[in-house]
């Protein structure tokens, strides 16, 4: 009788742990929602809008920012939460006119290749409500739509000692990522290019690249370029579903301050110094006031990246170009 009733409370505990967010009108869940709580810390929903939040897991947050493309940001007590949280959405339109291409339109085909490099002091440490975008131009005057994108992981070697060289010893991960395109809004990442929820799974045995393919999309690159931005959010089970983010453990810093990191494997980003410019932004919805940033000295970020001239996250594209007709 004793372990029935403490299976009970265990199951009574979780059920108001588990919070799903919905579109205040039609009542879906939002999908892969980010649920930030200050200082690079905070969870994803998952594909149906859950997530998990208990007092024991987050005894010092007592406030949620909540946010996701399509929906005003929703800023909400963690005193009394509710299983329930609605997001109101948001109207906008595409500020690019998209052109009608017929199927059969003639086109060739550009590969911009990415920038590769397994040095885990050369890759920037993605954080939960961290979000990187880089630049592409328009490379040619005729139409052009994105066909895929090619994003550089790299992957904590199982002897850390290694780090520095070429790791062919590598944990076995499962990891999602959602991806988002922005228009060129005055040189920083504006409007989303796409309403839809793009998200991938990749594995080690992906290598060193992820090639996602974007052709269903119709993705049509505007005049002025456009931005490609990434999120990691969080493991996966074998089948691709998102889990829980394990409790972060507490250490002490150098200068005595006390620093929480998650307990959990996460891929790098390889940055890299091949790029002409400095193309790479970031987003971090605690700093500067959630606007991009981009990724250069000077701008109040502290990387070690920046000090060896590192400025660019090396996404590679492929473009189709249409012929004149």
Request: glycine share 6%.
């Amino acid at each position: 009788m004793y372990k029935i009733l403490i299976t009970l409370l265990l199951i009574g505990q979780l059920s108001f742990a588990q919070i799903t967010i919905k579109d205040s009108i039609s009542k879906y869940p939002v999908s892969y929602a980010t649920i930030s709580f200050g200082n690079g810390n905070g969870i994803f929903a998952d594909d149906e809008g859950v997530f998990i939040f208990t007092e024991k897991l987050y005894p010092d947050i007592d406030s949620l920012f909540i946010s996701a493309i399509g929906f005003k940001d929703l800023n909400i007590s963690t005193e009394n939460l509710s299983e329930e949280l609605l997001m109101q959405s948001q109207s906008h339109q595409l500020d690019e006119v998209m052109l009608n291409f017929k199927k059969d339109r003639k086109f060739k085909e550009e590969k911009l290749k990415p920038s590769l490099d397994d040095d885990y002091y050369n890759c920037w440490l993605p954080t939960i409500e961290s979000e990187i975008a880089v630049y592409f131009p328009k490379t040619s005057t005729k139409d052009q739509k994105l066909k895929s994108v090619f994003f550089p992981i790299a992957l904590e070697s199982k002897d850390w000692e290694k780090r520095n060289k070429k790791n062919s010893d590598k944990k076995k991960f499962s990891t999602l990522f959602k991806v988002q395109f922005y228009n060129n809004n005055n040189g920083v990442p504006g409007n989303v290019l796409t309403y839809e929820t793009i998200v991938f799974r990749a594995t080690e045995k992906d290598g060193d690249a992820y090639e996602l393919n974007v052709d269903d999309f119709d993705i049509h690159i505007p005049d002025d370029g456009f931005f490609v931005s990434l999120q990691v959010l969080g493991y996966t089970d074998k089948n691709g579903k998102l889990l829980p983010n394990k409790k972060y453990k507490e250490i002490e810093s150098k200068n005595g301050s006390v620093v929480k990191i998650p307990t959990n494997f996460r891929p790098l980003l390889p940055f890299t110094n091949e790029v002409e410019g400095k193309n790479t932004f970031i987003k971090r919805v605690f700093l500067n006031s959630n606007n991009w940033v981009k990724f250069d000295k000077g701008n109040g970020l502290q990387s070690s990246l920046l000090q060896k001239d590192l400025f660019n996250y090396g996404i590679g594209l492929t473009y189709k170009t249409y012929k004149d007709e």
